[in-house]
């Protein structure tokens, strides 16, 4: 059972950064994908960016160049780091583990939510 709790979320003008933090309460090791999703009001929920547990990345065309997706192992942590915030990242990230295993299936874990509010 794996458990995740995200943080680091607030309110910060345009053009200012912030770092989420997803903590697990077990092991991400085992985890194929880590990632980070948002959702805003009247919008579709979109992924973000991943990393894989070979620590490949990948970004939404909307965030390439201003965040950056990492994690430790050791930690059982991932990070989102966002810099060069719009008002249009406003949203709640929420961070989301997936598990392949047997034969097709697949396990997703999510955390809870953290809200991101960009705003002069």
């Known amino acids: 059972q794996v458990r995740l709790v995200e943080s680091g979320g607030g309110l910060v003008q345009p053009g200012g950064s912030l770092r989420l933090s997803c903590a697990a309460s077990?092991?991400?090791?085992?985890?194929?994908?880590m990632g980070w999703y948002r959702q805003a009001p009247g919008k579709q929920r979109e992924l973000v960016a991943t990393i894989t547990s070979g620590g490949s990345t990948n970004y939404a065309d909307s965030v390439k160049g201003r965040f950056t997706i990492s994690r430790d192992n050791a930690k059982n942590t991932v990070y989102l780091q966002m810099n060069s915030l719009k008002p249009e990242d406003t949203a709640v990230y929420r961070c989301n583990g997936v598990r392949y295993y047997g034969l097709g299936n697949r396990d997703d874990y999510w955390g809870q939510g953290t809200q991101v509010t960009v705003s002069s």
């Open positions: 077990g092991t991400i090791f085992s985890i194929n994908f």
